[in-house]
């Protein structure tokens, strides 16, 4: 018991007698300590123009920022000889995030009798750029608020951080082709860049294609009450 401090707030939880176990309310008291405060902000601006009746072209670029600040502190305290903290510490963690992304295509789409083509062809091109801070300090003289910022210790100084940065550049198209409503082709290809790709093979194509069969609108099915819509796909 002369381990304890009552002028020190985190010393006034007795232990849990005659065992290893921490005092949890004692614990949720300490980490109420730790506080993280940040601001985010999105912003998505588009534009389309007709460039004819078949065909239109649309631009949209969007940010996302994030700043945010962790505040930790340690105090020092003794409950018993398991849980107990010697030297009371602050750290500081600054977490920075910029995003972007920026998308152009065209689009056309026409109709002749019952033939209905709509083709798509664009570029689309992002970044996401994450940023780590940190740094910590021991030893302030006491528990008192004016002690916990980083100046006020006085051993076992540290700081660490690092940046990391994601990108990708992508061309695309696609190509829709309907006969009468009734049978459907769709192919799809892309040509991707990414810093997540291995080294020498940082661009890849990937393509698709699929086709589609809208049996409920054959003659042969239009007796059928029970069936109101009926398609097979395949890709």
């Known amino acids: 018991m002369d381990r304890y401090e009552l002028t020190n707030p985190w ?51 969007a940010v996302d920022l994030i700043r945010g600040l962790s505040s930790s502190f340690d105090p020092s305290y003794y409950l018993d000889g398991d849980e107990y903290n010697t030297y009371t510490k602050v750290s500081r963690t600054s977490y920075n995030t910029d995003y972007w992304v920026f998308d152009n295509y065209f689009t ?39 002690q916990r910022i980083l100046n006020a210790g006085t051993i076992n100084p540290a700081a660490s951080g690092y940046i990391t940065t994601q990108t990708l550049n992508s061309y695309f198209g696609r190509l829709f082709y309907s006969y009468n409503d009734r049978y459907m082709v769709t192919g799809n290809i892309r040509y991707d860049g990414s810093s997540a790709f291995a080294k020498g093979n940082k661009w890849g ?14 003659k042969f099915l239009h007796t059928i009450d029970w069936l109101s819509q009926g398609k097979l796909r395949i890709g």
Not at 205 to 218: H, Q, R
């Open 11 to 61: 010393s006034r939880y007795a232990g849990v007698l005659y065992s290893n176990k921490p005092n949890t309310v004692a614990q949720t008291d300490r980490r109420a300590e730790n506080v993280w405060t940040g601001i985010q902000t999105k912003s998505n601006v588009a534009g389309e123009i007709k460039l004819f009746p078949f065909l239109t072209f649309k631009s949209t670029i």
């Open 205 to 218: 194509v990937f393509p698709s294609v699929s086709a589609g069969w809208n049996f409920s609108e054959e």
């Open 108 to 146: 056309y789409n026409q109709k002749f009798d019952k033939h209905t083509v709509n083709a798509m062809v664009g570029t689309s091109a992002e970044k996401k750029r994450y940023e780590e801070i940190s740094a910590s300090k021991e030893g302030m003289v006491n528990n008192d608020p004016s």
